[in-house]
């Protein structure tokens, strides 16, 4: 597709300039691809020069609905217009219908609301303590959870306790005990690990931060099956994967698995509104209590109304089946490129991890690149290339960005 211009903000400053605003005032806790984005709409973006670009990441799937979606937009505005915040020290008219909506879609009992992912995580971890301690009647402050290693599931400093990157820890101890690492993909040091102070396992079901790792077929189903063995709770982690990232609603789903909790976050605020949730069966959620937990905004009737409407179009527009459809697609046409820079290809989904062979680039480098050609991705530890367009996109303009990837690989 035509590489366009367009022209914004005839007062404004350069995308350089920008740029050094940004590093004089801004904390230095990312590193930013240079480009300067002022505009979106559907899989494009535009930087304030005009240059237009195809949006490969949206936003860790945050924007799978696509940018500046016109039906969710419309939920925003008539909502905000109507009553945008009161706190849950009331009820609203419309976070009951959002959870409701919410149970329906996961097979789910209950549902508390936060805001961004890594809140939610938190909150399961609240929850699943106390449920080891009021139902499995673990000794007080003996709770046990089994993670996955190379996880990620945010940045607090509770969650980086569990963390096995060295980079997310450093200068911020002490931290958290009461978790143990094991391989990923791995049921027999599942099983080794799990003892009676074991209250739950949480993961993701594929490790996006990690390069978009897929684990052997079948594993989580021993996962879950060795869980209800032992008595153990299993959490699964489908922040980035849930909402047909992956080709299934839910990740878990390509293997029928039913956890006992769920973490739900990013494309459940449409792109417009951070919404988190934990989603789980009766036996876990009854163990909160007023007062055990909480959030000024957490179910904000805002959010509440963009996430109903985001899980309204999810069904409609049939995402999860287009994802399956052009993930496979993009899979196909990603293999087919012939390169001695390719180290490997995976994923689910419109979710592929591009691993780049270190001795010809580094993932850096080739965002760098892609970005010249009109495409955005960005990198994950160091090789590899994150691709996770918004489900939205069509066929013709993931031809166009295939053709730029295979371009951009190909002149390394």
């Not at 945008?84 to 549902?111: E, G, I």
């Not at 508390?112 to 939610?120: F, K, S, V």
């Not at 791995?186 to 897929?214: N, R």
């Amino acid at each position: 597709m035509e590489n366009t211009q367009k022209t914004f903000r005839s007062n404004s400053l350069t995308s350089q300039e920008f740029i050094e605003l940004e590093e004089k005032w801004c904390a230095h806790n990312y590193r930013p691809i240079p480009v300067v984005l002022t505009e979106g709409k559907g899989v494009w973006v535009w930087d304030v020069e005009g240059k237009k670009y195809l949006d490969m990441m949206s936003a860790y799937s945050a924007v799978s609905h696509g940018h500046c979606n016109p039906k969710l937009l419309s939920a925003l505005t008539e909502q905000a217009n109507r009553l945008s915040m009161c706190s849950r020290a009331y009820y609203t008219d419309v976070l009951p219908l959002f959870l409701q909506k919410l149970c329906f879609l996961t097979n789910m009992d209950c549902a508390l609301p936060m805001n961004t992912g890594a809140e939610a995580v938190e909150t399961t971890i609240k929850a699943v303590r106390r449920w080891g301690y009021f139902v499995k009647k673990i000794p007080e402050n003996k709770a046990e959870i089994i993670v996955m290693a190379r996880n990620f599931h945010g940045r607090t400093t509770g969650i980086i306790s569990f963390s096995s990157d060295t980079d997310y820890k450093h200068g911020f101890g002490p931290f958290l005990p009461g978790f143990k690492e094991i391989p990923f993909g791995d049921t027999k040091a599942l099983e080794a690990a799990i003892t009676p102070h074991t209250c739950a396992v949480l993961t993701e079901p594929v490790q996006g931060e990690a390069g978009v790792i897929v684990p052997p077929k079948g594993w989580l189903t021993e996962v879950s099956n060795i869980c209800k063995k032992h008595n153990v709770l299993l959490i699964v982690d489908e922040v980035q994967s849930g909402f047909g990232r992956t080709g299934k609603m839910f990740a878990c789903q390509h293997e029928n698995v039913q956890p006992d909790g769920m973490i739900l976050g990013k494309a459940l605020g449409g792109g417009f509104f951070p919404v988190s949730a934990l989603v789980g069966k009766d036996h876990l959620m009854r163990v909160f209590t007023p007062g055990s937990h909480g959030s000024t905004f957490g179910g904000n009737p805002l959010g509440a109304a963009v996430a109903l409407r985001a899980l309204e179009l999810t069904e409609e527009e049939k995402l999860p089946e287009r994802s399956a459809e052009l993930g496979d697609y993009l899979m196909f046409q990603l293999k087919a490129i012939q390169s001695p820079c390719i180290q490997d290809v995976r994923g689910q989904g419109l979710w592929i991890g591009l691993d780049i062979k270190k001795e010809y680039a580094s993932a850096r480098l080739v965002c760098e690149k892609l970005k010249e050609n009109g495409v955005l991705s960005k990198e994950t530890h160091e090789t590899v290339v994150r691709l996770a367009p918004p489900l939205v996109i069509s066929r013709e303009e993931l031809d166009w960005g295939i053709g730029q990837i295979r371009k951009t690989i190909e002149n390394l």
